[in-house]
């Protein structure tokens, strides 16, 4: 069983390719969360996977929400590991994924990274869309040999560009600090087709009049409404619309 979580489709490019090597089950986070889904259950020799993208050197919020309401059933030892994508530094994501399992009782055998494209378009820009491809192409090797050991079943930490744990608390203050909401607006050329309200994640936008509003206060800033607004109106502060939009081409 593979769990996934994914914004512009970085980790589910490395998710499908995992499934794909080990034959596992494929299972979205976000939507497991939509339907209320709480329970998961393994079968006897089934694997254990995490594959998601870094927030601010850390778990994106759904992730940590989602393993903090989960029930695993049937787990008897079986073989665990975490990936992750991430644009500059991955920071300690897999650190604070340790913590949350052992809770339940469940370790951490194999822990993973990936360095693609940072879709933080607030500082980074990827209107140089040819760069972004190459940067994914590039990324495509290392994730097939990511997905190799992991059907190989290998242990270790195989974690590229780690902060220590002390990150953890700044991570946690700066995620916070940039989750509401109030700086997503709308540009000129909103179509009104509510692609965003349906694939938020965390139902964080509503249709009125045809037009979206942000009607929670919190989201988990993934930034998926903004880089797969058809007509690229939704933005975040003041640098996004000089900065483009990345949808990965391969998911």
């Given at each position: 069983m593979i769990l996934h979580f994914s914004g512009t489709g970085n980790s589910?490019?490395?998710?499908?390719?995992?499934?794909?090597?080990?034959?596992?089950?494929?299972?979205?986070?976000?939507?497991?969360?939509?339907?209320?889904?709480t329970v998961i259950c393994l079968e006897k020799d089934e694997m254990l996977g995490w594959v998601f993208p870094v927030h601010f050197w850390g778990l994106p919020a759904l992730v940590r929400d989602f393993i903090g309401s989960l029930y695993i059933r049937g787990y008897s030892g079986q073989y665990t590991f975490a990936a992750a994508t991430?644009?500059?530094?991955?920071?300690?994501?897999?650190?604070?994924?340790?913590?949350?399992?052992?809770?339940?009782?469940?370790?951490?055998?194999?822990?993973?990274s990936v360095r693609m494209v940072d879709v933080w378009t607030p500082i980074f820009n990827l209107s140089d869309t040819a760069r972004c491809?190459?940067?994914?192409?590039?990324?495509?090797?290392?994730?097939?040999?990511?997905?190799?050991?992991?059907?190989?079943?290998?242990?270790?930490?195989?974690?590229?560009?780690?902060?220590?744990?002390?990150?953890?608390?700044l991570h946690w203050l700066?995620?916070?600090?940039?989750?509401?909401?109030?700086?997503?607006?709308?540009?000129?050329?909103?179509?009104?087709?509510?692609?965003?309200?349906?694939?938020?994640?965390?139902?964080?936008?509503?249709?009125?009049?045809?037009?979206?509003?942000w009607t929670k206060a919190q989201c988990t800033?993934?930034?998926?409404?903004?880089?797969?607004?058809?007509?690229?109106?939704?933005q975040y502060g003041r640098f996004t619309h000089h900065h483009g939009q990345f949808a990965n081409p391969f998911v």
């Open positions: 589910k490019h490395l998710a499908t390719l995992i499934a794909e090597a080990t034959g596992e089950r494929l299972l979205d986070m976000a939507a497991l969360m939509d339907k209320g889904t991430f644009g500059m530094l991955c920071g300690n994501p897999h650190g604070q994924m340790r913590s949350l399992l052992r809770q339940k009782g469940i370790p951490l055998n194999a822990a993973f491809l190459r940067i994914t192409q590039d990324a495509i090797p290392h994730m097939q040999r990511i997905a190799a050991m992991i059907a190989g079943r290998e242990c270790g930490n195989f974690v590229r560009r780690p902060l220590p744990a002390l990150v953890n608390g700066l995620y916070q600090n940039h989750r509401p909401t109030a700086p997503f607006h709308l540009a000129d050329g909103c179509i009104g087709c509510g692609q965003c309200a349906l694939n938020c994640p965390t139902k964080a936008i509503t249709m009125h009049a045809g037009r979206p509003q800033l993934c930034l998926r409404c903004l880089h797969h607004c058809p007509a690229f109106a939704i």
